[in-house]
Protein backbone atom coordinates (compact mmCIF):
# COMPACT_ATOMS: atom_id res chain seq x y z
CA UNK A 1 0.00 0.00 0.00
CA UNK A 2 3.23 2.81 1.06
CA UNK A 3 3.99 2.50 -2.98
CA UNK A 4 0.79 3.69 -3.83
CA UNK A 5 0.59 6.39 -1.37
CA UNK A 6 4.30 7.42 -2.08
CA UNK A 7 3.52 7.78 -5.74
CA UNK A 8 0.61 10.17 -5.22
CA UNK A 9 3.04 12.09 -2.62
CA UNK A 10 5.85 12.52 -5.24
CA UNK A 11 3.56 13.80 -7.62
CA UNK A 12 2.12 16.50 -4.97
CA UNK A 13 5.44 17.32 -3.94
CA UNK A 14 4.41 16.33 -0.39
CA UNK A 15 6.80 14.19 2.23
CA UNK A 16 5.67 12.77 4.98
CA UNK A 17 5.48 15.33 7.31
CA UNK A 18 3.73 17.58 4.85
CA UNK A 19 0.94 15.17 4.25
CA UNK A 20 0.32 14.51 7.73
CA UNK A 21 -0.62 17.90 8.11
CA UNK A 22 -2.94 18.47 5.00
CA UNK A 23 -4.66 15.14 6.35
CA UNK A 24 -5.16 16.82 9.57
CA UNK A 25 -2.52 15.28 12.07
CA UNK A 26 -0.49 17.16 14.42
CA UNK A 27 2.27 14.60 14.04
CA UNK A 28 3.76 12.24 11.70
CA UNK A 29 3.48 9.11 13.70
CA UNK A 30 0.51 7.69 11.75
CA UNK A 31 1.73 7.97 8.45
CA UNK A 32 5.38 6.69 9.54
CA UNK A 33 3.25 3.78 11.07
CA UNK A 34 2.02 2.93 7.51
CA UNK A 35 5.35 3.48 5.36
CA UNK A 36 6.89 1.49 8.18
CA UNK A 37 4.51 -1.41 7.81
CA UNK A 38 4.19 -0.97 11.47
CA UNK A 39 0.29 0.10 10.78
CA UNK A 40 -0.32 -2.73 7.98
CA UNK A 41 -3.90 -2.22 7.98
CA UNK A 42 -4.82 1.78 8.37
CA UNK A 43 -8.22 2.19 9.66
CA UNK A 44 -11.24 3.81 7.49
CA UNK A 45 -11.08 7.28 8.41
CA UNK A 46 -7.52 7.38 8.10
CA UNK A 47 -7.39 5.99 4.41
CA UNK A 48 -10.05 9.20 3.77
CA UNK A 49 -7.86 11.46 5.66
CA UNK A 50 -5.08 10.21 3.29
CA UNK A 51 -6.75 10.00 0.05
CA UNK A 52 -9.27 13.71 0.62
CA UNK A 53 -5.12 14.97 1.08
CA UNK A 54 -3.78 13.45 -1.74
CA UNK A 55 -6.51 14.48 -4.00
CA UNK A 56 -7.68 11.15 -4.77
CA UNK A 57 -10.52 8.62 -4.70
CA UNK A 58 -10.23 6.01 -1.47
CA UNK A 59 -10.25 3.62 -4.22
CA UNK A 60 -7.12 4.39 -5.96
CA UNK A 61 -5.63 3.90 -2.92
CA UNK A 62 -6.39 0.20 -2.82
CA UNK A 63 -3.47 -2.52 -3.91
CA UNK A 64 -5.78 -4.83 -5.89
CA UNK A 65 -6.84 -1.75 -7.63
CA UNK A 66 -3.87 -0.67 -9.34
CA UNK A 67 -3.91 -2.16 -12.51
CA UNK A 68 -3.84 -6.02 -11.40
CA UNK A 69 -0.66 -5.17 -9.59
CA UNK A 70 1.28 -3.90 -12.99
CA UNK A 71 3.04 -0.34 -13.41
CA UNK A 72 0.74 2.00 -15.22
CA UNK A 73 0.76 2.00 -19.14
CA UNK A 74 2.04 4.90 -20.95
CA UNK A 75 0.03 6.39 -23.70
CA UNK A 76 0.04 9.08 -26.41
CA UNK A 77 -2.49 11.97 -26.41
CA UNK A 78 -3.25 14.14 -29.66
CA UNK A 79 -4.93 16.69 -28.40
CA UNK A 80 -5.44 18.48 -24.87
CA UNK A 81 -7.68 21.56 -24.41
CA UNK A 82 -8.42 23.57 -21.68
CA UNK A 83 -9.80 26.70 -21.66
CA UNK A 84 -7.65 28.97 -24.70
CA UNK A 85 -4.94 26.03 -24.18
CA UNK A 86 -3.81 23.15 -26.21
CA UNK A 87 -1.27 20.26 -25.78
CA UNK A 88 -0.63 17.85 -28.39
CA UNK A 89 1.16 14.95 -29.07
CA UNK A 90 2.13 14.25 -25.42
CA UNK A 91 3.05 10.98 -23.48
CA UNK A 92 1.38 10.26 -20.22
CA UNK A 93 0.30 7.48 -17.85
CA UNK A 94 -2.80 6.05 -18.09
CA UNK A 95 -4.67 6.00 -14.28
CA UNK A 96 -8.12 4.56 -15.06
CA UNK A 97 -10.31 4.08 -17.63
CA UNK A 98 -13.85 5.33 -17.99
CA UNK A 99 -16.71 4.94 -20.18
CA UNK A 100 -15.73 7.27 -22.96
CA UNK A 101 -12.45 8.86 -21.51
CA UNK A 102 -9.42 8.40 -19.11
CA UNK A 103 -7.63 9.28 -16.48
CA UNK A 104 -3.75 10.53 -16.93
CA UNK A 105 -0.76 11.19 -14.89
CA UNK A 106 1.00 13.84 -16.62
CA UNK A 107 3.51 14.69 -13.56
CA UNK A 108 6.65 13.09 -16.29
CA UNK A 109 5.13 15.07 -19.18
CA UNK A 110 7.77 17.11 -20.79
CA UNK A 111 4.48 18.73 -22.54
CA UNK A 112 3.00 20.65 -19.27
CA UNK A 113 5.53 23.47 -17.06
CA UNK A 114 5.31 22.75 -13.38
CA UNK A 115 2.75 25.17 -13.10
CA UNK A 116 0.49 24.01 -15.43
CA UNK A 117 1.15 20.61 -13.27
CA UNK A 118 0.18 22.21 -10.04
CA UNK A 119 -2.57 23.95 -11.43
CA UNK A 120 -3.64 20.44 -12.90
CA UNK A 121 -2.76 18.28 -9.44
CA UNK A 122 -0.79 16.14 -12.16
CA UNK A 123 -3.55 14.47 -13.74
CA UNK A 124 -6.09 15.18 -16.56
CA UNK A 125 -9.33 13.69 -18.08
CA UNK A 126 -8.73 13.13 -21.74
CA UNK A 127 -11.32 11.54 -24.16
CA UNK A 128 -10.45 8.10 -25.51
CA UNK A 129 -10.63 9.27 -28.61
CA UNK A 130 -7.89 11.63 -28.34
CA UNK A 131 -5.81 8.72 -27.52
CA UNK A 132 -3.21 6.40 -30.08
CA UNK A 133 -3.15 3.28 -28.02
CA UNK A 134 -6.79 2.32 -28.53
CA UNK A 135 -5.99 -0.89 -26.72
CA UNK A 136 -4.96 0.46 -23.69
CA UNK A 137 -8.03 2.49 -22.76
CA UNK A 138 -10.40 -0.27 -24.10
CA UNK A 139 -13.02 -0.92 -21.86
CA UNK A 140 -13.92 0.27 -18.21
CA UNK A 141 -12.38 0.38 -14.90
CA UNK A 142 -14.95 -0.09 -12.05
CA UNK A 143 -18.14 1.82 -13.99
CA UNK A 144 -20.21 1.34 -10.21
CA UNK A 145 -17.05 3.28 -8.82
CA UNK A 146 -17.26 6.07 -11.31
CA UNK A 147 -20.57 6.93 -10.01
CA UNK A 148 -19.70 7.10 -6.44
CA UNK A 149 -16.54 7.65 -4.97
CA UNK A 150 -14.63 8.75 -8.44
CA UNK A 151 -16.90 11.62 -8.87
CA UNK A 152 -17.20 12.67 -5.29
CA UNK A 153 -13.33 12.59 -5.20
CA UNK A 154 -13.34 14.73 -8.63
CA UNK A 155 -15.92 16.81 -6.61
CA UNK A 156 -13.78 17.30 -3.80
CA UNK A 157 -10.71 18.30 -5.46
CA UNK A 158 -12.91 21.10 -7.88
CA UNK A 159 -14.33 22.04 -4.40
CA UNK A 160 -10.83 22.34 -2.98
CA UNK A 161 -9.09 24.41 -6.25
CA UNK A 162 -11.90 26.62 -6.30
CA UNK A 163 -11.56 27.47 -2.35
CA UNK A 164 -7.82 27.72 -3.39
CA UNK A 165 -8.42 30.48 -6.59
CA UNK A 166 -10.52 32.80 -4.12
CA UNK A 167 -7.79 32.70 -1.88
CA UNK A 168 -5.68 34.28 -4.65
CA UNK A 169 -8.66 36.44 -5.67
CA UNK A 170 -8.11 39.68 -3.43
CA UNK A 171 -4.55 39.49 -4.33
CA UNK A 172 -4.54 39.13 -7.69
CA UNK A 173 -7.41 42.22 -7.37
CA UNK A 174 -4.92 44.32 -5.54
CA UNK A 175 -1.80 43.39 -7.84
CA UNK A 176 -4.14 44.20 -10.91
CA UNK A 177 -4.98 47.85 -9.62
CA UNK A 178 -0.70 48.43 -9.43
CA UNK A 179 0.59 46.34 -12.34
CA UNK A 180 0.20 47.74 -15.82
CA UNK A 181 0.33 43.90 -17.77
CA UNK A 182 -0.91 41.11 -16.98
CA UNK A 183 2.04 39.52 -16.86
CA UNK A 184 3.22 42.18 -14.03
CA UNK A 185 -0.05 40.74 -12.02
CA UNK A 186 0.59 36.89 -12.17
CA UNK A 187 4.14 37.64 -11.20
CA UNK A 188 3.47 39.60 -8.46
CA UNK A 189 1.49 36.36 -7.05
CA UNK A 190 3.78 33.67 -8.41
CA UNK A 191 0.99 32.06 -10.74
CA UNK A 192 0.37 31.51 -14.25
CA UNK A 193 -1.37 34.17 -16.63
CA UNK A 194 -3.66 31.51 -17.23
CA UNK A 195 -4.68 30.95 -13.84
CA UNK A 196 -4.89 34.50 -12.93
CA UNK A 197 -7.39 34.97 -16.00
CA UNK A 198 -9.86 31.95 -15.08
CA UNK A 199 -9.80 33.57 -11.25
CA UNK A 200 -10.22 36.97 -12.65
CA UNK A 201 -12.85 36.01 -14.74
CA UNK A 202 -14.61 33.89 -11.87
CA UNK A 203 -14.38 36.36 -9.65
CA UNK A 204 -15.42 39.05 -11.88
CA UNK A 205 -11.74 40.77 -11.34
CA UNK A 206 -10.45 43.53 -14.27
CA UNK A 207 -7.14 43.04 -15.41
CA UNK A 208 -5.23 45.42 -17.13
CA UNK A 209 -3.31 45.08 -20.13
CA UNK A 210 -0.63 47.49 -22.05
CA UNK A 211 -1.41 47.11 -26.04
CA UNK A 212 0.14 49.26 -28.28
CA UNK A 213 1.68 51.74 -25.39
CA UNK A 214 -2.45 52.57 -23.72
CA UNK A 215 -4.16 50.30 -20.86
CA UNK A 216 -6.81 48.33 -21.85
CA UNK A 217 -9.29 46.75 -18.75
CA UNK A 218 -9.54 43.07 -19.31
CA UNK A 219 -11.63 40.36 -17.30
CA UNK A 220 -10.49 37.43 -18.86
Given at each position: ?30 IYSI ?174 RRNN ?8
Open positions: MWHIIERFMRAKGYGIRQLSRVAGYKNPTTKTGQSKDPSFSTMIRIADALGVSLDELRPDKQAGGKSMTQVTVRLYKQGDKVWRDFKAELIKRYENSAMIDISESEAFSKIEKQEFNNRIVVSKKAIVEKRAVAGVDDSDILKTSVNTGLKKISKKRKEARAKYARGIAEAASQCDTLIDVAKRIGKSTTFVKRVASEFEINLPGHEEIASR
